[in-house]
T-cell receptor, first 112, second 112 residues
Framework: ETGVTQTPRHLVMGMTNKKSLKCEQH?????MYWYKQSAKKPLELMFV???????ENNSVPSRFSPECPNSSHLFLHLHTLQPEDSALYLC???????????FGNGTRLTVT | GNSVTQMEGPVTLSEEAFLTINCTYT??????LFWYVQYPGEGLQLLLK?????DKGSNKGFEATYRKETTSFHLEKGSVQVSDSAVYFC???????????FGAGTRLAVHP
């Protein structure tokens, strides 16, 4: 039990599909993050939510749409993705100011 | 901007060998520094951290010292085990909402 739960673990979707990734944290943290992990590339920070407000969007294409309805839940809505979006998507949470991030096990996304 | 540079892998060692994985950083201010580990099929787990110069983080036999003069945070372990085989990420935190900047990761393979 990592304290951060991501579903689904694996997702295969066509380029015209719409799907959502879900993340839930049970640690009482007040910041949540989406990272993208692609083969042979450093982890890329996509979005940061602090106290349910989006505080960072790292030039992510609009086909990725985050949602943070409360401090325990984070979603990533996906639509009209490209094959190069295939990757491991990691959710994380933390307290603010220098505390470590706690990661979920990720969703392995394949876009066909 | 801030960045983290790690030695390229893979690093291949025999069991009980000494491990060093180099990490250097570029940052304005005084970031916290972290090592994370990722086992196959899992998300990242915090291994150790240091929050100020000359701090030594340690956990499970791994150690790293925050060296401001050389802007380094090298990971060491005196005697590795097969179970230490994983990908290791060096990271620094910046910003009030604890944004992490990761290195590219170093894969470690330990053989019996």
């Amino acid at each position: 039990e990592t304290g951060v739960t991501q579903t689904p673990r694996h997702l295969v979707m066509g380029m015209t599909n719409k799907k959502s990734l879900k993340c839930e944290q049970h640690l009482g943290h007040n910041a949540m993050y989406w990272y993208k992990q692609s083969a042979k590339k450093p982890l890329e920070l996509m979005f940061v939510y602090s106290l349910e407000e989006r505080v960072e969007n790292n030039s992510v294409p609009s086909r990725f749409s985050p949602e943070c309805p409360n401090s325990s839940h984070l979603f990533l809505h996906l639509h009209t993705l490209q094959p190069e979006d295939s990757a491991l998507y990691l959710c994380a949470s933390s307290q603010l100011r220098g505390s470590p991030l706690h990661f979920g096990n990720g969703t392995r996304l394949t876009v066909t | 901007g801030n960045s983290v540079t790690q030695m390229e892998g893979p690093v291949t060692l025999s069991e009980e060998a000494f491990l060093t994985i180099n990490c250097t950083y570029t940052a304005t201010g005084y970031p916290s520094l972290f090592w994370y580990v990722q086992y196959p099929g899992e998300g990242l787990q915090l291994l150790l951290k240091a929050t100020k110069a000359d701090d030594k983080g340690s956990n499970k036999g791994f150690e790293a010292t925050y060296r401001k003069e050389t802007t380094s945070f090298h990971l060491e372990k005196g005697s590795v085990q097969v179970s230490d085989s994983a990908v290791y990420f060096c990271a620094l935190s910046e910003g009030g909402y604890n944004k992490l900047i990761f290195g590219a990761g170093t894969r470690l393979a330990v053989h019996p």
